[in-house]
């Protein structure tokens, strides 16, 4: 390990000790990560999770809200003044415009803290008021989650992978054929820099419309002020022979460094180390929609994610030696209401076939993990066509009312994953294709909140333990 990395995780070190003491004088918060990749939808499931609790909506499968302890929810101003507060307001306005519109995505870091106030439990719990449990829900995209895989990669072995699957894609044509007119020990040129760093974006867009999943670095589609900058101005390039000294290859290298220390070193110290709670929103419908060679890499995807989340369980003294960990992780499949209830266990068991080498990871290190299907905001109803089950739903290109049969799903999802990676799946193909939906209109009402599919049992997995106790009375 270099003296540098040394010092920084000395750094990162003193700087958790000084919010897990903050924490433990005047109260931890929950701080629950949403993340995913585009089209996942993080912003719904954020919005539909706080219109829910500030309504009242009764969620069968979370404990506090079943067994009436949620006396109040409310928002107040987040503790920090430097970064973006979630747009709730807006994103609620959306869903319920006439007519209604899914949320804009995430393209940044926010955040935004929501307060229980909760009746307390226990033999005492008639002697003691009520309690309040601040949970601080972070939005940040999943492409800087992926980011976080690159911390223990050179810039010589993520050139490496990345040229090697770019190679078995019809769209890394084009990347490939810029790289025939290029020298990497030629002396360097910002000309030369941009033009390939161009046509690299215009390749991970690709890969994204595509419903691939490795999209690191993920600023490279999602840039904010940092456009132009030499620490986005790189490429993966394969490493020349003889000397690299004053090479292109040498500065894109210090350029990819510069990119980990400048961009996503300070993302890991001062975002993702603080969160204990996460949920990752997986489109996998769109990868079942897009093939065998999607899911694929949505499986090695989500497996380098959990190693970025370091795993583990929290306690005040492993925080002090190692830093915040994650010690609950939920994978959601979302879109769940674009399949007939039928269906619902088959696509939540590719999910976790998905994630099955990942979670036995994450379970070794310590941390509980889940896999699940839902849908933050339903969209359909159900129906039957010729014996066939089906939703009903507004469509999204052209605001049609609609019956769609997506077609059924494997009942072995191992073996569908075994199949695929032997090369011999017989592909879901026009047997499955889903239909993508409009917002049901008038999707939230003051007392009923939004209707869903499994919101109340992701909310009981990442927070129901944290809030069945009383730590402290107000």
């Given at each position: 390990m270099a003296i540098t990395d040394i010092g920084y995780?000395?750094?990162?070190?003193?700087?958790?000790?000084?919010?897990?003491?903050?924490?433990?004088?005047?109260?931890?918060?929950?701080?629950?990560?949403?993340?995913?990749?585009?089209?996942?939808?993080?912003?719904?499931?954020?919005?539909?999770?706080?219109?829910?609790?500030?309504?009242?909506?009764?969620?069968?499968?979370?404990?506090?809200?079943?067994?009436?302890?949620?006396?109040?929810?409310?928002?107040?101003?987040?503790?920090?003044?430097?970064?973006?507060?979630?747009?709730?307001?807006?994103?609620?306005?959306?869903?319920?415009?006439?007519?209604?519109?899914?949320?804009?995505?995430?393209?940044?870091?926010?955040?935004?803290?929501?307060?229980?106030?909760?009746?307390?439990?226990?033999?005492?719990?008639?002697?003691?008021?009520?309690?309040?449990?601040?949970?601080?829900?972070?939005?940040?995209?999943?492409?800087?989650?992926?980011?976080?895989?690159?911390?223990?990669?050179?810039?010589?072995?993520?050139?490496?992978?990345?040229?090697?699957?770019?190679?078995?894609?019809?769209?890394?044509?084009?990347?490939?054929?810029?790289?025939?007119?290029?020298?990497?020990?030629?002396?360097?040129?910002?000309?030369?820099?941009?033009?390939?760093?161009?046509?690299?974006?215009?390749?991970?867009?690709?890969?994204?419309?595509?419903?691939?999943?490795?999209?690191?670095?993920?600023?490279?589609?999602?840039?904010?002020?940092?456009?132009?900058?030499?620490?986005?101005?790189?490429?993966?390039?394969?490493?020349?022979?003889?000397?690299?000294?004053?090479?292109?290859?040498?500065?894109?290298?210090?350029?990819?460094?510069?990119?980990?220390?400048?961009?996503?070193?300070?993302?890991?110290?001062?975002?993702?180390?603080?969160?204990?709670?996460?949920?990752?929103?997986?489109?996998?419908?769109?990868?079942?929609?897009?093939?065998?060679?999607?899911?694929?890499?949505?499986?090695?995807?989500?497996?380098?994610?959990?190693?970025?989340?370091?795993?583990?369980?929290?306690?005040?003294?492993?925080?002090?030696?190692?830093?915040?960990?994650?010690?609950?992780?939920?994978?959601?499949?979302?879109?769940?209401?674009?399949?007939?209830?039928?269906?619902?266990?088959?696509?939540?068991?590719?999910?976790?076939?998905?994630?099955?080498?990942?979670?036995?990871?994450?379970?070794?290190?310590?941390?509980?993990?889940?896999?699940?299907?839902?849908?933050?905001?339903?969209?359909?109803?159900?129906?039957?066509?010729?014996?066939?089950?089906?939703?009903?739903?507004?469509?999204?290109?052209?605001?049609?009312?609609?019956?769609?049969?997506?077609?059924?799903?494997?009942?072995?999802?191992?073996?569908?994953?075994?199949?695929?990676?032997?090369?011999?799946?017989?592909?879901?193909?026009a047997e499955f294709t889903s239909t993508p939906f409009?917002?049901?209109?008038?999707?939230?009402?003051?007392?009923?909140?939004?209707?869903?599919?499994?919101?109340?049992?992701?909310?009981?997995?990442?927070?129901?333990?944290?809030?069945?106790?009383?730590?402290?009375?107000?």
């Amino acid at each position: 390990m270099a003296i540098t990395d040394i010092g920084y995780r000395i750094i990162d070190r003193v700087d958790a000790l000084g919010t897990q003491m903050s924490d433990t004088i005047f109260g931890a918060p929950i701080r629950l990560g949403v993340t995913g990749l585009a089209r996942s939808g993080k912003t719904v499931f954020i919005t539909s999770l706080i219109a829910n609790l500030l309504s009242g909506a009764k969620l069968p499968q979370f404990a506090a809200s079943a067994q009436d302890r949620i006396e109040l929810a409310y928002l107040i101003p987040q503790p920090n003044d430097t970064i973006a507060r979630f747009d709730y307001e807006t994103h609620l306005a959306q869903l319920c415009a006439h007519p209604p519109t899914w949320p804009d995505n995430t393209k940044g870091i926010s955040t935004l803290r929501l307060t229980l106030k909760l009746r307390p439990t226990g033999l005492l719990s008639g002697l003691r008021g009520a309690f309040e449990q601040h949970i601080d829900i972070v939005d940040y995209p999943g492409e800087w989650l992926l980011d976080l895989c690159l911390m223990d990669k050179s810039y010589e072995e993520w050139s490496s992978d990345v040229l090697h699957r770019m190679a078995s894609r019809v769209f890394g044509a084009e990347y490939v054929n810029a790289l025939t007119n290029l020298d990497p020990s030629d002396p360097f040129t910002d000309a030369a820099a941009r033009s390939l760093a161009v046509c690299f974006t215009d390749y991970l867009e690709n890969a994204r419309v595509a419903g691939y999943s490795d999209l690191s670095p993920g600023h490279f589609l999602l840039p904010g002020d940092m456009a132009g900058s030499p620490a986005l101005t790189f490429a993966p390039v394969p490493k020349p022979t003889g000397s690299i000294r004053k090479t292109f290859w040498a500065e894109m290298k210090r350029r990819y460094d510069a990119y980990k220390t400048h961009v996503v070193r300070p993302f890991f110290r001062d975002h993702f180390s603080k969160i204990d709670r996460q949920i990752v929103l997986v489109d996998l419908l769109s990868a079942l929609d897009n093939g065998p060679d999607a899911l694929s890499d949505l499986q090695r995807t989500m497996s380098d994610v959990v190693r970025a989340f370091r795993p583990g369980q929290n306690s005040f003294l492993t925080r002090l030696v190692s830093g915040q960990r994650v010690d609950k992780i939920l994978f959601a499949a979302t879109k769940a209401d674009h399949l007939h209830h039928t269906q619902h266990g088959n696509y939540t068991n590719i999910m976790r076939a998905i994630m099955d080498d990942a979670l036995r990871h994450a379970k070794f290190r310590g941390a509980q993990t889940a896999a699940l299907s839902l849908a933050s905001v339903r969209s359909t109803t159900e129906a039957l066509h010729e014996d066939h089950p089906c939703v009903r739903g507004t469509l999204l290109s052209n605001r049609k009312n609609t019956l769609s049969y997506a077609g059924s799903l494997p009942e072995n999802a191992q073996q569908l994953l075994r199949d695929i990676s032997d090369g011999r799946s017989n592909w879901l193909g026009a047997e499955f294709t889903s239909t993508p939906f409009a917002p049901p209109v008038d999707a939230f009402h003051p007392d009923r909140g939004i209707a869903h599919i499994r919101l109340d049992q992701s909310l009981e997995f990442l927070l129901g333990d944290r809030i069945c106790s009383d730590p402290r009375v107000i």
